[in-house]
């Protein structure tokens, strides 16, 4: 059964949160991720919080799903993610009830984890994040998007 991980936070800027994340909700933040893919820049702050993480996404790119999430709704929540122990399985067993994803083959994420998205049309509306993440050591499967 999947297990909670972290519900993502689409925001203009991750740096102009760090008050309400610490200040105000009493998050400790724990880490930084910055990525340039294709000349598209990311960030990407965790914060801890009793239940999970909370990850404050922002891209640089206007087109992006994020920013166009960003454009049409404010910022805010955008998704959950989901812990699985094999993310293939775990899309086979859901693609078998009818779910459809976003990213197939998975992609090689943030945080060592090989990550996916289920398309909201097919979840009740709800942007569910699958990560399985790869043990110390163990090497990116050719299979996975990078």
């Given at each position: 059964?999947?297990?909670?991980?972290?519900i993502g936070y689409a925001v203009r800027n991750v740096d102009?949160?760090?008050?309400?994340?610490?200040?105000?909700?009493?998050f400790k933040f724990a880490e930084r991720?910055?990525?340039?893919?294709?000349?598209?820049?990311?960030?990407l702050d965790f914060y801890e919080t009793p239940g999970g993480l909370m990850?404050?996404?922002?891209?640089?790119?206007?087109?992006?799903?994020?920013?166009?999430?960003?454009?049409?709704?404010?910022?805010g929540v955008h998704h959950i993610c989901l812990r699985?122990?094999?993310?293939?399985?775990?899309?086979?067993?859901?693609?078998?009830k009818g779910v459809k994803f976003t990213m197939k083959p998975p992609r090689y994420g943030s945080?060592?984890?090989?990550i996916t998205f289920a398309d909201p049309s097919t979840t009740g509306g709800?942007?569910?994040?699958?990560?399985?993440?790869?043990?110390?050591?163990?090497?990116?499967p050719d299979w996975a998007q990078q």
């Amino acid at each position: 059964m999947p297990e909670f991980d972290h519900i993502g936070y689409a925001v203009r800027n991750v740096d102009d949160k760090k008050e309400l994340m610490e200040d105000l909700l009493g998050f400790k933040f724990a880490e930084r991720k910055e990525y340039d893919r294709g000349g598209v820049k990311a960030r990407l702050d965790f914060y801890e919080t009793p239940g999970g993480l909370m990850e404050l996404v922002e891209v640089s790119d206007p087109g992006a799903p994020i920013n166009q999430f960003i454009e049409s709704r404010g910022e805010g929540v955008h998704h959950i993610c989901l812990r699985v122990d094999d993310i293939r399985q775990t899309m086979a067993e859901w693609e078998s009830k009818g779910v459809k994803f976003t990213m197939k083959p998975p992609r090689y994420g943030s945080r060592n984890g090989l990550i996916t998205f289920a398309d909201p049309s097919t979840t009740g509306g709800l942007l569910t994040e699958l990560v399985q993440y790869l043990k110390e050591g163990e090497e990116i499967p050719d299979w996975a998007q990078q």
